[in-house]
């Protein structure tokens, strides 16, 4: 076609190659258009990290396990829940002053990863399960049923808010949460990240009021019930140094019948895998 250039486009733009729609366009003052004031876009402040006190030895217990500090945020991040049941701003700034970090590097960690949780949990955190197969089996009717149950005046709960006063006895914080990795025994809820197969809408009511009124019902499998946050200062890797203690608050059930079936039916039936050969040959790489 004659008379065509390099820079034309189908909605008959004439950028060149390279160019922009931008070009000759003045930059956006972002902090002017902001709906904040620019000094808390711009300006770090010092939060005060007193409430941290008493976990300091615990932050340096953490980062003596990794061969980089930095290493130690995951374990931090949950060592600082477990003290305000939340990741705050102090709580950013606590974790990068111990590991040499900005704030920016462990707030973009904090905001990542959905266990760390930006407003204060209940004394339980209750997580349903609305992938896909717990959700066609009635996942999705769980979470709703419980948003209406446990919402005041009218109003569901949603997701990550919390009936009570957040972190006193009884308060439950809601969430529907992505695959459990439960699927054979679906519909699953999680209290304090325990398991409770098998759900059904009324089981899940039934539940959710136990817990609201001050009991721990034992879940289907795995450690006894916990409160939240001491579940974090676990996940954070500290336990009951006394070994009874310790035991008592992990020994259980760690699987489930339906997730065994298929290795009790290979052994039932005398079905074995081959074994891996002591030496395998590894393919030849064409070289470049």
Known sequence: MTGSSTGSTYGGSGVGAGGTHQS?????????????EAGHLVTEVAEDLSVFDGVVDKAAEIVVRYPQSRSALLPMLHLVQSVQGRVSQAGIQFCA???GLTDAEVAAVATFYT????KTCGEHLVSVCTNTLCAALGGDAIYAKLGEH????????????TVGEPGEP????LEHAE??????????IQV????????TVESAVELVDA???GQRPAPTRGAPLRDFRTAELELAGFWPEDEADYRAGVDGPSAAVETLRGAKLAEDRGWTAKPYPAEAPLPEVEKK
């Open 150 to 161: 446990l919402g005041t005046d009218g109003r569901k709960l949603g997701h990550n808010e």
């Open 179 to 188: 695959c459990l990795a439960a699927c054979d025994l679906g519909p699953v």
């Open 192 to 199: 304090n990240y325990e398991f409770f197969d098998n759900q």
């Open 170 to 173: 009884g308060s439950v914080t």
């Open 115 to 118: 266990m760390y949780k930006r």
């Open 97 to 99: 002053r111990q590991l």
């Open 211 to 213: 817990l609201r009124a």
């Open 24 to 36: 000759g366009v003045a930059d956006t003052d972002v902090t002017g258009i902001a709906p904040v």
